[in-house]
């Protein structure tokens, strides 16, 4: 059974930093392209970031290039975001999800696995 388990998730003002993590079980973790996604309250879920099963490609939403890094641990079954300068509209659910295609994430069409989610909220 594939799980992912979302960490990191908590208060920051406006211009902090988080770095979140997911750990990944359960599937064969360097075949798998990973990612996040996040949802903010009453909006729909939009993709955040990618990076291919090697780490060799990563992909941003336009809005948090240069601020948020993606990288991943294939010997620990692990992903991360790295986030700075956040800003109170990226208050949201943070979502880790994993698929075997770098470009279903990317373009939200259908992800195979996905965590349950950690809240960052940003205070203004």
């Known amino acids: 059974q594939v799980q992912l388990v979302e960490s990191g998730g908590e208060l920051v003002q406006a211009g902090g930093s988080l770095r979140l993590s997911c750990a990944a079980s359960g599937l064969t973790f360097s075949n798998y392209a990973m990612g996040w996604f996040r949802q903010a309250p009453g909006k729909e879920r939009e993709f955040v970031a990618a990076i291919s099963w090697r780490g060799s490609s990563t992909y941003y939403l336009d809005s948090v290039k240069g601020r948020f890094t993606i990288s991943r641990d294939n010997a620990k079954n692990t992903v991360h975001l790295q986030m700075n300068t956040l800003n109170a509209e990226e208050t949201a659910v943070y979502y880790c999800?994993?698929?075997?295609?770098?470009?279903?994430?990317?373009?939200?069409?259908?992800?195979?696995?996905w965590g349950k989610g950690t809240l960052v909220v940003v205070s203004s």
């Open positions: 999800v994993a698929d075997d295609d770098l470009g279903v994430i990317v373009r939200d069409s259908g992800v195979d696995y």
